[in-house]
């Protein structure tokens, strides 16, 4: 029996790991904050500050894991924009000191990074394209990378672009969900039609991260839902699947939208990788929105 650290088990990738996790798996959960739903599953329920570093190594001997899933960070590319000094000891410094821990230990370390490393100049991004960001949140995300790989050779650094899923009570909600709840309440969305990029089931990153860990996959991964629009074209998809009103959505530009962080205009993945070497079949966005729908209450 196999037992595994997740940090930010309570966010929505660490959510979905602990759905899809093998049986005979023992998840031990870390996380920064707490959730309405508290963990269940190993007996463990930990949250505090993981910047402390002696707390953070005395769980890790205590648990004894076979390998550490790292999902916690600052995921807000607005928030870190111009405070990278701000977040770098909890998104840089506490990624470092996990993996020096899984070096130690001789176990294996997957790193969440993100597709925010690429700023949408390329038509496709392979695993190994050189990264290229133009926010602060992706800068920094490259910064962790190359200490990760530096650190660890073994190590395995999963890339994945826009996800959605349903989150846990009173954790950071994500595009899809937000549309849905606002929508419900009769109230207008404004989503951009310029924007293309490639939306992921949180569970199809779940069980591509189960599966690295199975092969003991090593180096980046870029992980998408393979299926290219626009977030007005996904904001459509959802209306239709969900049953609700379109005359609430509005279209517009990213340039209509002030104060935000740089996105990158077009993100499309080379999924190679994940279709060879993991034989993983990605949800297109109908196949995604339908599994939402169907697991709502769950």
């Known amino acids: 029996m196999k037992r595994i650290v997740v940090t930010g088990h309570t966010g929505l990738l660490g959510k979905y790991l ?8 023992i998840i ?3 996380s920064q904050t707490k959730s309405d739903n508290h963990f269940k599953g190993s007996g463990y329920d930990n949250f505090f500050d993981l910047r402390n570093s002696n707390l953070l190594n005395s769980k890790l001997k205590e648990f004894s894991p076979d390998a550490i899933i790292h999902c916690a960070a600052e995921g807000s590319v607005d928030a870190l924009e111009g405070q990278i000094d701000k977040y770098k000891e909890l998104n840089l410094e506490v990624s ?19 597709n925010a ?27 962790t990378e190359a200490v990760i790989k530096n650190t660890d050779s073994n190590a395995l650094i999963v890339r994945p672009i826009l996800m959605y899923g ?13 549309w849905i709840d606002k929508l419900r309440k009769n109230q207008e969305i404004v989503v951009v039609n310029d924007i293309w990029t490639q939306p992921l089931a ?24 393979g299926t290219t629009l626009t977030l007005f074209e996904l904001a459509q998809l959802t209306i239709k699947v969900f049953g609700l009103d379109e005359k609430l959505l509005k279209s517009a530009k990213s340039s209509d939208f002030e104060n935000l962080a740089p996105r990158p205009m077009r993100t499309i993945f080379d999924l190679t990788r994940i279709k ?7 949800s297109n966005p109908i196949e995604g929105l339908t599994e939402l729908m169907r697991t709502e209450s769950n």
């Open 18 to 25: 602990i759905k899809t996790a093998p049986e005979d798996f």
């Open 28 to 30: 031990c959960g870390i």
């Open 96 to 114: 470092k000191n996990l993996s020096n821990s899984a070096l130690d230990r001789k176990i294996k370390f997957i790193y969440v990074s993100s």
């Open 117 to 143: 490393v690429f700023g949408g100049k390329l038509d496709s991004y392979s695993d190994d394209s050189e990264p290229d960001p133009i926010n602060d949140y992706g800068r920094l995300k490259v910064k």
């Open 166 to 178: 349903w989150p846990n009570v009173g954790r950071r909600s994500n595009p899809v969900v937000t």
């Open 202 to 225: 949180a569970w199809d990153c779940a069980r591509a991260i189960w599966k690295g860990l199975e092969l003991n996959a090593k180096g980046t991964v870029n992980i998408s839902g």
């Open 276 to 282: 060879n070497e993991f034989n993983l079949k990605m």
